[in-house]
């Protein structure tokens, strides 16, 4: 039997830069195959080129063992070909419902399509309302949709880029025995993950990419996950080295009984949140998508004010009345979940951006002005400091690939060296070696006397950076703990829904 897909000598260029450069590899029937690489190595040119967003300047695509020409997602969907992206395509103004029709070709009749979607939520275990307004959601509930979107297609081959981000460990478990029965059923799936034990528990073969070009194979089953990272990155992968002895200073940020309505319709309302992050501390907050993490980065940061009642404090002075620029002048620096259009501005430059958070702390404005050779002189340092694949300061934000963008934006918020840092996932699709490297750049911080609470979906990444952590869930944060006390299973069960101390979620 001929490989569902196979690439012969893919090849695309744009100006300055080879994205892929003679790329070729095959997926077989069924099979479950990984695509592997650093941020920027060019695998989501090559699976635009696949779905037929982007045409390539050279090479062949085979499709059951005939050459074929993907000239739009329209035809790639007609051959059987679906997608998962990692940066999502809907219209903020329509419902989940609405946004699943767009996305077919020939949509059902809105009943019977609302009953397919909730089967398919029923299957996944996905928690996902059809009838909400897409902006209402988080970005872990928009890619929801995506993957919904997807799987109603039923594809014979179906690409998913980062899709358990949003998911418990449970819920991750019960989606690979889902796309294993896919498989077994004759899909092929092209997985696309930064979280390498994902692919060792999931994926039969691996195409490891790096600068745009094909540099092993490989049965993930037969490596670790830090061979597979240093096969990606080129050389050998560095560890987070923590301080030693576990002393903390004064208390930097101080929350309580922080309450907040939810954004209307439906959002999720805090509840009576307290805690404390000490300098030299990083607290961790592990939790699924839509349970208020949203809400709490946007009362902490200062974006919100509307409703909110409680009290905040950055190094003991009261904060919660004042507004953004206010608290980053008293220390606080804020990076969100959303990374284009929140974080960043995609159709501003790289030195714009800088500007937009970095302004005072870094003295890039006088008398209303802004020093653009300073704020040139700052972007450049970022792209430098965290090794940003950009053509320069100059470059738009929305001409990065997704990881390069987020290494950009926590290396902007670091570099300003704040008393309080509160970040939304920090490492959300960035490869091993750049997210290693983010993460030693917020322990390094800390040691130097920061704050950080770290807001994530990756329990791994809040168990290897975390000193306590804790969970929200429904707007409720449980009590913290020492990372050395508690289990995944614990905090999994916990982000789930089950609700008070780990003990009792242990005994459940």
Sequence with gaps: MPPRLELQGITKRFPGVTANESVSFSVAPGEIHALLGENGAG???LVKIIYGVQRADEGTILWDGAPVSIGSPREARALGIGMVFQHFSLFEAMTVLENIALGMDNPPPRRELEAKVRQVLDTYHLALDPHRDVHTLSVGERQRIEIVRALLQRPKLLIMDEPTSVLTPQEVEQLFETLRQLAREGCSILYISHKLHEI?????????????????????????????????????????KRKSGGEFGPVRLAVDGLSAPGEPPFGTSLKEISFEVRAGEILGIAGVAGNGQNELLSVLSGERHHGVTGSIA??????????????RSRGLAAVPEERNGHAAVPGMSLTDNAVLSARRRKKLTVGGLIRLGAA?????????????????????????????????????????????????????GVDAGAAAFIRQAMVDLAAAGGAI????????????????????????????????????????????????????AEAA
């Design 43 to 45: 695998k989501s040119t």
């Design 314 to 327: 950055i190094d003991g002075v009261p904060s919660l009345a004042l507004g953004v620029s206010a608290r």
């Design 200 to 240: 060792k528990a999931l994926c039969e073969s691996a195409t490891i990419l790096r600068a745009g070009k094909v540099v092993e194979t490989c049965d993930p089953r037969e490596h670790s996950t830090r061979a597979m990272a240093e096969m990606m990155i080129g050389g050998s992968l560095k560890d987070v």
């Design 376 to 428: 040139r002189d700052f972007a450049r340092s970022v792209i430098s400091g965290f090794s940003v694949k950009a053509t320069g300061p100059a470059a738009f934000a929305g001409s990065l690939s997704g990881g390069n963008l987020q290494k950009y934006i926590m290396g902007r918020e670091i570099m300003q060296t704040p008393a309080v840092l509160v970040v939304s996932q920090p490492t959300w």
């Design 453 to 504: 609470l770290v807001v994530s979906q990756d329990l791994d990444e809040l168990l290897e950076l975390s000193d306590r952590i804790a969970v929200i869930n429904e707007g409720r944060l449980s009590r913290s703990l020492p990372v050395g006390s508690v289990s995944v299973e614990e905090i999994g069960l916990l982000m789930g829904g089950v609700h008070g101390e780990p003990a009792t």
